[in-house]
Structures are given as C-alpha cells and as structure tokens.
C-alpha cells in the first residue's frame, strides 16, 4: 500500500464497516511461509505472482524481500468496506493480485497513501489495534473530497 500498487486490503472479517478515515498501515513482521513459497514460484498462482512482482518493480522495488517488516509503514484514507464478491467486477488484474477475493470476504477500500520515511518501527497485532502517539490529525492535509468513480 505504501508504494500506491495496491488499494484494497482483502480480510475475513467486516470491522471496519462505516468507518471512513485515516488508517495507518502496519507491515507483517515475518513473511508467511505460503507467500515466500508463492513469491518464489513453489506453489500455484504463478500468473498472480509475477503481477505482483512486475508492479512492485515498477516501484522501483526490485526485491520483495527488501520490502520493511514490523513497522508502520504508511497512512491511507479509507473510502469504505465492500464484500469482495462485488469488488471482482470493478478491480484491475493487479488488484485482484494483491488480496485474497474468495467468496465471503471483505475489502477495505483506501487512497492516498501518504509513507512514512523511514517507516516507523511498531508492535503490531492482528486485526484493528490503536497505535499509541499516532496523530490522524497530521495526515488530514492531503485529503480530498471523493470523485463520482472513486466513492464506494
């Protein structure tokens, strides 16, 4: 998300329904062992892999495993949460690369992603947690009214 390649975070759960505003974004602190074996071409979705690779290249990340673990790496405004059933027609190949859109999931739609550099090194938790001494007040500067296209 910090690198503007990827708009929609996929998840089983709808917290964030209603909810329309800052969000920072808090990087895994250790890669899954499916998504290396994925990211490395031992598992299937080979197609979805090179997608993501391409973009984040694009991006001028030329290794996935540089990419900053453990901390918060960016700020976004959420638009909203959609079922993902909904967000497959209306989402780019490299979108659908990024998330996880089986049936029964949930999207969280965001813009404007505002990184931190350095990120910022963070004690994440699963899930919605608040992150103590983050001020959403500082990252109201960039926002905009949505377009007709960009409203959910």
Known sequence: MALGVKHIETR?????IGYRG???IHATAKWERSVVDWLEGRSGGQGAA?????NLQAEN???WRTLPLGCVVCVVD???????EDLLA???PEELAFGDYRPGRYGIVTRDPRPFDPPIP?????GIWHW????????DGTRREATRREEI
Request: charged share 20%; net charge positive; proline share 5%.
């Open 12 to 16: 089983s759960w709808p917290l964030l």
């Open 90 to 92: 209306i989402i780019s």
């Open 132 to 139: 103590d001494g983050f001020d959403a007040t500082r990252f």
């Open 122 to 126: 963070a004690r994440g938790a699963r």
């Open 61 to 63: 990340c030329h290794d």
């Open 22 to 24: 800052p969000l920072a």
């Open 50 to 54: 090179a997608a993501v690779l391409y």
């Open 78 to 84: 959420v638009l909203g949460v959609r079922r993902t």
